[in-house]
């Protein structure tokens, strides 16, 4: 009796308790396994893209690629001046350095993932995945392409990660390149001439990125490897693939390059279209809308941004616009607003960066020859807060007088002592009168217009310094850290606000303008140097090109003739030529890396150079940091994972 | 067994032939003079007890005549025994006044799953009691155990903005991921969810379990310590149909404890200038300040303008502009009513607190039911508790950043013709005060950011206890938790956000709900058998946790009026987003109380525990425990020592489990991308966490001894433990090389552990005879070191993770990416040496710098400051916390008194150096700067003309150029004062605080019932009054950031009983 009641409470009570299930249900997660189906397969692949916006579109890829080269140097704000004079600021935890790496190494172990994964997936058209293996293979190569040209040896992993490990090592450089190389030409077979959707990766981009792959592993000496062999964990093999030489890399680099320029591509007629919108009225002096047509037919290659809710996440978008803007928004008649840039003044033009084009065609500054300065730098600012601020009290007493809208072929730019019966005329402020939106307000001529004409101006002019460091910065009118070339390629008019930080234009990577300086620079290393003018003239002749006004068809003469181009160029000259197609495009620092001329940075960046207060110092400054926290967190610290000498 | 009963009837029968007496009296709180219901009263030596009633009364009978021991206990005080002749022709009037004490060596206490007498625990135990409890004017009930108990660390939740919940710690910490909570239990039913909610005028007492033989009944809930609560309960033993009624009412003024000193208009102007100067910018008033800022600057600085425009303003004080005077009050009233075996208790509170700045504000409202019946043999109960809190947040941390970084030269108001600007009938508010185009009007913020999150929640608990006869009884606990939490933010379009005015209205609303519940089942069995004792409990229980949450947001409002409650009007909808989360747990546990002639004590408990957490494979684990006590001081031996009155002496070891982290974490996740393929969307997805289905449960071996004592009769008494805790597979966050792909991953890492000692002593300094003065003194102090024995990577140093074996755990590097914890923070960094004087400008110029700027050591003398040159620089755990409690009470009057220290830990001023990048943008803290004209060591301080020959060191030991760098223009971050190191704002922490005064007065009883009341007492109290730090920013216990100050409160309060 008594037991038949505890058994009845036991049996009540496990009745009551039940089984618990402790099972996981995962309802609102998706794990790894997801990446084994094909509609997973093509998720990881849309991610592998995305990394391309962690880096790019940030002042990261700005700061490591801009910033302390001989064309570009530190405006008044930012935390980051010391990246440009090479400061001890520029260190193993400078952001700066860690950011890529991290967003580099998360992006190659996403392709990782779809390159080991793909082949078990099934029910996937074969071509399409071929084609999503490749884009990985591509996007896995662009990365340790980045990768290995700043920081030098590297890591790397070729397996998706598994498991939690603190282990890493540096691999060669030259077993780098292999693996660059070797998923390029994997690559290429598999990718589609055109897709479908633009922004994935082609064959021509393929071809674009390994023609330059090759030609940058041409001049790599592996001089390090060979003086520091106990820093690797296997030892180097100093080796390009079999029979391969810096010879054959050149030679290589220009077939590749060839390709491309033989593909379905077309340089746009005027330089200005690449980045820009067609200005109207305004003239190529002003700032850069936003194109419509951000697949125009010279670019390769570009990561995507956008507005569209959705697509983008907040904190996401391409926020480069900010960078190498001139203080304007303090000056009487102008507020801050879209058209103009939330101007951060991180960067500015050096002086020998100002002097590189051949803006005129004359001393009168009259004609304009090399397009493609006002196609980089906007010189001019119209009013746009009516009534804020009177005009400046000095300057002379009608309106309309001194200054003439820009027609065709005169860059659009401001001239001096025109009639004010002319009826292009924009127009300009009365002395005393407050602005009207459309005065100009700033103009920065590009050329010294004395002391008599500014004052005169109704409007505020900033004349160029024409030394460096400039004895009389403190002077108002003289370019300074504040007032520069504005830099207009990145400019983002169509941004929610004027603050915002999310831009939603593309990144140009890769554009044919590019390719023609590749294939140039691989015709002189491999010894045809007529047939590395022969691309020169080419893409000089089209920044000759002023959207068919009256000088065009001379101009394209005259940009190449003798008192213009030198009959024989060198490698300087290319690079020259690098800096006036390429100027803010992401590269600058990455082609002195490529060809070791550092000299420009002493030369031509005073506050890099030692002689004037800066630090940089070849020797250390050739490589970038290894992120202190990757050598911290690796096994071994600094043991197993050297950092790069003087850091 | 007949002739047993036969034998007991005989004996009663015997008994009854002794002459025989009654005793009455009354119990009541010695400080409140409140009567005190359902204490117990013994005769001791007999079987003769009896329970007072709601007055306090009590009735013995049949009291064998003779000098009797009367004890009187009730829990949460310390039980009194007094002597008295009992006659058995008159009665005889005995009455109690009982103390409440934390340390009580016996009486009544409540344990895991029942109440034991104090004097048979073998875990270690601290109280808290009622008294203090109402000591403490707040709506947390975590609050109030601040600086009581001994072992247990109570700061504030990172900032001091109302409402904001408490973070508790228990012996240190253990783990990170896993999470250092303690588990609280009310009324015997463990919470799913924390204790805000909890409305501390319904609590008894409170009980902190803290070692293993003490928790492990809780297994892997109660691994970081156990808080149990004990709810006020109409009373047993109250006669029928009887009501009491209470009210309390509060209320108080607050004011900031304590504000920087930023620099004012004058102070800017000169760092703008040195700033500039630095920068080889020009110096000009035109060139340096803009047309906006002149007026101040000339106010500042030209006695002209002065002169011409008397009574001008320098500046703005922007941190008194967000202040204003905050007020606080609570009211509470309950009733107990009693009608037959039904025991019913009420209680309704309201706390309304409007916050000392602008726009924050916390009110709660609360009601709980308790009820519970006896039928027969089945016991029902339940406690239910509605909660509804709303707390306004406004702009809080948004507003506070502005309000210091504004540069003081700009003003709020458009001044349209009101030269100081600070009242303003016609003006308007700036939207942006200063040209930084950063920076915007705190004023404005405060105006249209909305804030408000808001908590509902209903839980309880709810029991059947049904008599199985033969000391057998069966138990069901079951505690649903249901929560709803919404968080809505509101930005008008006149609202700053992130530096972008947004020019149209903005809304978010993020929801969370939250089911939980604990199911307990439990038989228990408790017997005698001549010496032996013992009480044997079984126990199955689950936990269940199932949140969901959704956010929606949209911009681009129509209008401004709607804060979030018609979101689809916005032009702009964002994407929603939800998620939801379920966790299960399920334990068999078995304990055994054995008591051996009420000397030694023996306690077994046994635990079997399964977590949804973990893989399969790695669910269930097993955890045992044990606790020994010896009563010593009851051997015959001790009597020779007669001035012990009471000893005991207690070992425990044992094992606990910990799987609190988050759901699904071994599964690994994979993170949601953004793209765009042309116009085509390319959502993607990649991978974000590292799948570990190896986790396992992290175990934490304890060992405890500790000493209970009694000397002199009790005027000192005490309790004093030492500790060992020893945690291996700690659930961490692991930081991993980024050249994998990840940046962490959830691991079983290493093993830790806590060493220390805790001790509770009170001392009755005055013993309150004869309406003399009771003054008693409680003491405690808490020492605990924690430090990694060893990791699971190998036992070399985790440099990335700040990991170090023999130093404390360190939470996070990083801020902004959990998991981070402000507290427990181990410092690598550089060796902060000064700064570089102008003497040294070559050596500076080797190492990048230059004079003025940050210098370090350079400890390998390489000559560059690389990565090798960081050093432990200290860590943030403290070295002690103590906490000093008077009270002294005499005739009506009591006094008391509450001071808490955290001493030996090392600090980062983490304030001072987002106060002092000395740039020309945002404002500073008042420092004393290096600048070339004043530390050159020359006669005049305007230029630079240095004696030749004078050192670095003359240089440095001018006042003030030694301490902080020089103001430079266009660099944001001074290098070694930035986002990487943080090298000269190490410091030495350690502060005094004094967290309570209260005085209070109880009327004459005549007074009191002049007014119909049956008691009545007014107080006067002063919370948080006064902080002794060296800190530069608002609260050493408030993080770094800048939040809200924290303040001080001025309360007068009554206590009403009818």
Redesign the interface.
């Known amino acids: 009796m008594k037991n038949l009641r505890f058994l009845l409470w036991g049996l009540a009570l496990a009745t009551l308790t039940g089984c618990v299930d402790l099972d996981e249900q995962l309802v609102g997660t998706v794990t790894t396994t997801y990446f084994s189906t094909p509609a997973g397969l093509e998720a990881a692949v849309d991610g592998d893209y995305a990394q391309l916006r962690d880096f790019f579109g940030r002042e990261e890829s700005f700061a490591v690629t801009e910033f302390g080269t001989d064309l570009t140097s530190n405006g008044d704000q930012g935390a980051y001046q010391f990246e440009n004079t090479y400061a001890a600021g520029l260190n193993a935890s400078d952001g700066h350095y860690q950011f890529p790496w991290t967003s580099f190494y998360r992006g190659i172990n996403t392709s990782n993932t779809v390159v080991a994964r793909a082949p078990a997936v099934t029910g996937m058209d074969p071509a399409v995945k071929a084609s999503r293996i490749a884009e990985a293979k591509f996007l896995r190569a662009l990365s340790y392409f980045w990768l290995v040209q700043m920081y030098g040896p590297v890591p790397l992993p070729l397996t998706e990660s598994q498991g939690a490990s603190n282990q890493a090592h540096r691999s060669p450089v030259d077993s780098v390149y292999l693996q660059i190389v070797q998923d390029l030409r994997d690559a290429i077979p598999d990718l589609p001439a055109t897709q479908s959707q633009f922004g994935r990766a082609t064959k021509g981009a393929a071809h674009h990125l390994l023609a330059k792959v090759l030609l940058t592993r041409a001049y790599h000496p592996f001089a390090y490897e060979a003086a520091n062999t106990g820093f690797y964990l296997s030892g180097p093999t100093f080796q390009r693939e079999a029979s391969a030489t810096a010879a054959t890399d050149f030679a290589a680099a220009r077939a590749e390059a060839d390709s491309v320029i033989a593909g379905p591509y077309a340089l746009m007629p005027n330089y200005v279209d690449v980045y820009c919108a067609p200005m109207g009225a305004r003239g190529p002096g002003s700032y850069c809308n936003v194109p419509s047509n951000e697949s125009n037919s010279e670019i390769i290659f570009s990561v995507q941004f956008t507005t569209t809710a959705g697509q983008f996440n907040v904190g996401g978008g391409n926020s480069l616009f900010v960078q190498m803007l001139s203080f304007y928004d303090d000056r009487q008649g102008m507020t801050r607003d879209c058209n103009n840039g939330r101007a951060f003044r991180r960067a500015r033009p050096t002086l020998f960066a100002r002097n590189l084009w051949q803006r005129w065609t004359d001393s009168t500054y009259s004609t304009v020859l090399d397009t493609r300065y006002d196609g980089t730098f906007q010189s001019v600012w119209y009013a746009n807060a009516s009534n804020t601020g009177a005009c400046f009290a000095s300057q002379g007493a009608a309106r309309m007088s001194g200054y003439r809208g820009g027609s065709c072929g005169s860059g659009g730019l401001p001239t001096f002592g025109v009639a004010s019966s002319d009826t292009a005329t924009v127009p300009n402020c009365t002395n005393g009168q407050p602005f009207v939106a459309g005065d100009t307000a700033i103009f920065q001529p590009g050329h010294l217009v004395g002391q008599a004409v500014r004052q005169a101006a109704k409007y505020a002019i900033y004349e160029p310094c024409v030394t460096e460091p400039c004895p009389n910065q403190t002077t108002v009118g003289q370019y300074d850290i504040f007032r520069f070339p504005t830099m207009k390629k990145w400019q983002d008019d169509a941004r929610p606000d004027f603050n915002n930080l999310d831009g939603g234009r593309d990144i140009i990577l890769m554009r044919l303008g590019e390719t023609y300086l590749i294939a140039a620079e691989a015709a002189l290393g491999a010894g045809d140097e007529p047939g590395a003018l022969a691309y020169l003239v080419t893409l000089r002749q089209r920044a000759a090109n002023c959207r068919g006004c009256p000088a065009e068809a001379a101009n394209r003469a005259l940009i190449v003739d003798a008192t213009h181009m030198p009959a024989t160029i060198d490698l300087e000259y290319i690079m020259d030529e690098r800096g006036r197609e390429m100027y803010g495009e992401l590269t600058r620092w990455l082609d002195l890396a490529r060809t070791s001329l550092w000299h420009r940075v002493v030369d031509d960046n005073w506050q890099a150079s030692q002689l004037h207060g800066g630090f940089f110092n070849e020797a250390k400054h050739h490589l970038r940091p290894i992120p202190q926290n990757q050598i911290d967190l690796t096994a071994g610290g600094t043991q197993a994972f050297p950092q790069n000498p003087g850091y | 067994m007949r002739h047993g009963l036969l034998v007991l009837t005989a004996l009663c029968a015997a008994l009854r032939l002794q002459a025989q007496g009654r005793i009455t009296g009354t119990v009541t709180d010695s400080a409140t003079a409140r009567p005190i219901a359902g204490a117990t009263v013994v005769v001791l030596g007999t079987n003769r007890t009896a329970a007072t009633n709601t007055s306090g009364a009590y009735v013995i009978t049949d009291v064998p005549a003779g000098t009797r021991q009367v004890r009187a206990r009730f829990v949460g005080y310390a039980s009194v025994t007094q002597s008295v002749a009992v006659d058995a022709a008159s009665g005889t009037t005995l009455d109690f006044r009982l103390v409440a004490a934390p340390i009580q060596l016996e009486g009544l206490v409540v344990v895991g799953y029942g109440t034991q007498e104090r004097r048979d625990l073998t875990g270690s135990i601290g109280s808290v009691t009622p008294q203090q409890i109402a000591e403490v004017p707040t709506s947390n009930p975590m609050q109030a155990i601040q600086a009581r108990v001994a072992g247990v660390d109570v700061v504030a939740g990172g900032s001091y903005r109302p409402g904001i919940p408490m973070n508790v710690t228990v012996r240190g910490i253990r783990s990170i991921a896993a999470g250092n909570g303690p588990l609280y239990v009310v009324d015997g039913v463990p919470l799913a969810g924390g204790i805000e909610d909890f409305n501390p005028a319904t609590i008894q007492s409170i009980e902190v379990l803290k070692d293993a033989s003490a928790t492990a009944v809780y297994g892997s809930r109660g691994s970081n310590g156990v808080i149990l609560i004990t709810t006020r309960r109409g009373a047993a033993g109250v006669p029928d149909n009887t009501i009491r009624v209470s009210y309390d009412a509060q209320y108080g003024a607050q004011s900031a404890l304590n504000l920087v000193d930023m620099m004012n208009g004058p102070e800017t102007v000169a760092e703008r200038r040195a700033a500039a100067e630095a920068?080889?910018?020009?110096t000009g008033n035109a060139?340096v300040f803009?047309p906006d800022e002149l007026p101040q600057v000339l106010c500042a600085t030209d006695a002209a303008y002065q002169a011409a425009h008397p009574g001008c303003s320098t500046g703005t004080d922007w941190q008194r502009s967000v202040l204003r005077t905050g007020a606080q009050q609570r009211h509470q009233l309950s009733l107990t009513s009693v009608a037959g075996a039904s025991r019913l208790t009420l209680t309704g509170s309201y706390f309304d607190q409007d916050g000392i700045t602008l726009g924050q504000g916390y009110r709660q409202y609360s009601g709980t039911v308790s009820f519970e019946n006896t039928y027969q043999r089945l016991r029902v109960g339940i406690t239910v508790t509605g909660t509804r809190s709303v707390a306004d947040i406004g702009p809080d941390a948004q507003l506070w950043g502005e309000a210091l970084a504004n540069n003081p030269l700009g003003l709020p108001y458009d001044s349209a013709g009101v030269p100081s600007a600070t009242a303003c009938g016609v003006c308007t508010l700036k939207l942006k005060p200063t040209?930084d185009?950063l920076r915007v009007n705190p004023l404005r913020e405060e105006d249209g950011f909305v804030r408000q999150q808001t908590r509902d929640r209903l839980f309880g608990a709810a029991f059947a206890e049904l008599q199985?006869g033969r000391g057998f009884a069966?138990r069901?606990n079951f505690g649903p938790d249901l929560g709803n939490r919404m968080d809505g933010q509101f930005q008008g379009a006149n609202v700053v956000f992130?530096?972008?005015?947004?020019?149209n209205a903005q809304a978010q609303r993020a929801d969370v709900e939250e089911f939980a519940y604990t199911?307990d089942?439990l038989?228990t069995w408790n017997g005698n058998l001549r010496n032996h004792r013992f009480d044997v409990t079984a126990l199955?229980g689950?936990q269940?946790d199932n949140t969901t949450t959704d956010t929606v947001a949209a911009q681009n409002l129509p209008y401004d009026s709607q804060l979030w409650y018609n979101l689809g009007t916005g032009e702009?909808?964002?994407?929603p987003r939800?998620?939801?989360?379920?966790?299960?747990l399920?334990s068999y546990m078995g304990r055994i109380n054995y008591t051996f002639k009420n000397r030694y004590l023996l306690t077994l408990t046994g635990r079997y525990d399964?977590?949804?957490?973990l893989a399969?494979g790695h669910?269930w684990s097993f955890f045992p425990s044990i606790g020994l006590g010896w009563q010593i001081g009851d051997e015959p031996f001790m009597r020779r020592f007669g001035f012990v009155s009471a000893l005991k002496l207690r070992a425990s070891a044992g094992t606990t489990g910990n799987t609190s982290i988050a759901?699904?974490q071994?599964?690994?996740?994979?993170?949601r991308?953004?793209?765009?393929?042309?116009?085509?969307?390319?959502?993607?997805?990649?991978?974000g966490q590292?799948?570990?289905p190896d986790l396992v449960w992290e175990r934490t071996a304890q060992l405890d001894v500790g000493v209970d004592f009694g000397l002199f009769h009790d005027r000192i008494s005490g309790t004093v433990d030492g500790y060992r805790q020893r945690t291996s597979d700690l659930l961490l966050s692991?930081?991993?090389?980024?050249?994998?792909?990840?940046?962490q991953?959830l691991?079983n890492v290493g093993k830790t552990e806590n060493r220390g000692w805790e001790a509770s002593i009170t001392t009755v300094n005055l013993p309150g005879r004869e309406g003399g003065p009771r003054w008693t003194t409680d003491l405690s102090l808490t020492h605990n070191r924690n430090f990694i024995v060893s990791l699971a990577?190998?036992a070399?140093d985790?440099?990335?993770?700040r990991w170090f074996i023999g130093e404390p755990i360190n939470i996070g590097t990083n801020p902004a990416i959990p998991p981070y914890d402000a507290l427990r923070q181990v410092f690598y960094d550089y060796e902060y040496m000064g700064i570089w004087q102008l003497a040294d400008s070559a050596v500076a110029r080797r190492?990048?710098?230059?004079p003025g700027d940050i210098r370090v050591r350079d400890i390998n003398g390489d000559s560059?400051?690389?990565?090798?040159d960081r050093v432990i620089r200290g860590n943030t755990y403290p070295k002690l916390l103590a906490s000093i409690y008077n009270h002294l009470t005499w005739g009506r009057f009591d006094v008391s008194f509450l001071l808490q220290g955290r001493l030996g830990y090392t600090m980062n001023d983490a304030f001072s150096s987002a106060a002092t990048k000395l740039f020309e943008r945002f404002n500073n803290l008042n420092v004393q700067y290096w600048t070339p004209e004043k530390c050159d060591g020359g006669p005049d301080p305007t230029k630079l003309d240095g004696p030749p020959g004078i050192t670095a060191a003359q240089e440095a030991a001018i006042p003030g150029c030694n301490s902080y760098w020089s103001p430079s223009?266009?660099?944001?971050?001074p290098?070694y004062n930035?986002?990487?190191?943080a090298s000269p704002a190490y410091r030495p922490g350690g502060h005094w605080r004094v967290r309570n005064i209260t005085v209070g007065y109880t009327l004459p009883a005549s007074v009191a019932g002049h007014f119909r009341f049956a008691s009545l007492r007014i107080y006067a109290q002063a919370q948080d009054p006064f902080v002794f730090t060296s800190y530069y920013g608002y609260d050493p216990e408030a993080g770094s950031a800048a939040t809200p100050p924290s303040y001080r409160t001025l309360i007068i309060g009554a206590n009403v009983g009818f």
């Open positions: 920068a080889g910018r020009p060139s803009t040209p185009p199985l069966y069901v992130n530096g972008t005015p947004i020019g199911l089942q038989l199955y689950i269940s702009n909808p964002q994407p939800s998620s939801l989360s379920v966790w299960k399920a399964g977590s949804s957490r399969a669910k759901p699904y071994t599964w690994g996740g994979l993170d991308t953004r793209y765009n393929c042309g116009a085509a969307a390319c959502l993607g997805y990649r991978p590292i799948p570990n692991r930081s991993l090389p980024p050249s994998t792909g990840f940046t991953v691991q990577s190998g070399a985790d440099i990335g993770n190492y990048g710098q230059k560059a400051i690389t990565a090798a223009a266009g660099r944001e971050n290098l930035d986002p990487n190191s």
